[in-house]
């Protein structure tokens, strides 16, 4: 799945047979971008039905928001190894919810 938000490129990809999502958002006005990626399975004795209805809740509350709320990428702060490293900087995605600036992808 594809959207856009001002400015913003998401792309969603839901695999047919694990119980995991991939997200891609861009910053089309600057040239950066967030990947995020989330799993349900291994992790406790959840019966497989309650995981497929807690993954479908979160993707749904996750496009909602993506697609409705206004997004803002911040860089984050890179650590002296980083830097010395010349390493890229990385970036996190905000979302705003009542008047604040939330993480949208955690």
Not at 12 to 33: G, H, K, Q, R, Y
Not at 39 to 62: F, H, W
Request: aromatic share 12%; glycine share 4%; with cysteine.
């Amino acid at each position: 799945m594809r959207l856009h938000n001002s400015g913003f490129s998401i792309e969603i990809t839901v695999p047919f047979d694990v119980l995991e999502w991939f997200i891609n958002v861009s910053n089309m006005e600057c040239a950066t971008s967030v990947n995020w990626w989330c799993d349900y399975c291994g992790y406790n004795k959840t019966p497989q039905k309650e995981l497929v209805s807690e993954m479908a809740s979160d993707i749904d509350r996750i496009v909602c928001g993506l697609a409705t709320r206004r997004l803002r990428m911040l860089s984050s702060q890179m650590s002296k190894l980083s830097k010395f490293l010349g390493t890229a900087p990385q970036y996190q995605l905000e979302w705003m919810i009542n008047g604040q600036w939330e993480s949208a992808l955690n």
